[in-house]
């Protein structure tokens, strides 16, 4: 199944993405794909629901595109969890998984503009896979059993500030957590639907030019061990979002580095996931 959101911010209202790829809204039935509903059994009502009803009224085509899930209670991110992106970072391949935050108001639709912060001059792109939590995990015995947490996956661009990030002092989250720095969506898949997270290609563009071209295969923690990993450290709640990681071809890597500047188109898109596009504005 296939979670949107769609509406004007702040007035945001659930639906599904049907087979045909229209829209259509169940908000008269469900208030919102948040916490409360995925906790709440929300997922199982859904699907009896649409058993009944299966062609909901269609949203209207001109209906802004909203992030797929409601603001998460976290948004963490793991770092340098792909070993070309760690060697074009000059940094080590991690021993355990790094471990960052973002800010959760990051979280705007796919569509939506990149915001170019204040005095910055090292807005860098990363795409990534998202994993959106389904139900609360603490202390997971096997890594195993951490498919049965995962409720969907998604598109993110994991927008960096690599001055803030890295030149400040300080932790990462910082150069993490600027406004519009995590675009997520169209859709949020539910795992049911994703025959092999781990064959995943993932891909991004600046102005058409492909800048990064990885395939989750190549992940240094799977998808699976990250999740039972960040269960010994911290209670994972239904609706949190948690970032894998990026392949090589950020802009940091580049020789000489390159940014984006106003104007900047950025395209992204994983198999099965959809696609996104940006354009970069000054804050």
């Not at 090292?122 to 603490?138: C, M, N, Q, S, Y």
């Not at 989250?173 to 993932?202: I, Q």
Request: charged share 25%; aromatic share 8%; with cysteine.
């Amino acid at each position: 199944m296939r979670l949107i959101r769609f509406g004007n911010p702040g007035a945001e209202r659930p639906g599904i993405l049907d087979e045909h790829n229209t829209r259509r809204d169940v908000s008269d039935r469900f208030k919102d794909w948040d916490r409360n509903f995925f906790s709440n059994g929300g997922m199982e009502k859904l699907r009896e629901f649409l058993a009944i009803n299966p062609r909901p009224t269609a949203v209207n085509q001109k209906e802004r595109w909203a992030a797929p899930i409601a603001r998460p209670g976290k948004v963490i991110c793991i770092g340098l969890n792909y070993s070309d992106h760690a060697r074009e970072s000059n940094m080590a391949i991690p021993e355990e998984p790094i471990v960052f935050q973002k800010g959760s108001n990051t979280v705007v639709d796919p569509y939506d503009s990149i915001i170019i912060p204040r005095g910055s001059e090292k807005t860098d792109w990363e795409v990534e896979l998202g994993v959106v939590i389904g139900k609360e995990a603490r202390y997971l015995q096997t890594k195993e059993e951490a498919k049965d947490y995962i409720l969907g996956y998604c598109v993110v661009n994991d927008v960096s500030e690599r001055a803030f990030q890295l030149e400040r002092d300080g932790q990462w989250t910082k150069g993490k957590s600027c406004d519009n720095f995590s675009p997520t969506g169209p859709w949020l898949l539910t795992a049911d639907e994703v025959p092999d997270v781990h064959s995943l290609r993932l891909q991004l563009c600046v102005n058409g030019q492909v800048m990064q071209d990885g395939n989750t295969k190549n992940l240094i923690f799977d998808v699976y061990h990250i999740i039972h990993y960040l269960s010994q450290f911290m209670t994972l709640e239904a609706g949190d979002l948690v970032l894998t990681g990026t392949p090589a071809g950020v802009g940091l890597g580049m020789k000489p580095p390159h940014y984006l500047k106003v104007g900047d188109v950025v395209e992204l898109r994983v198999d099965g996931l959809g696609e996104q596009k940006q354009v970069c504005e000054q804050a």
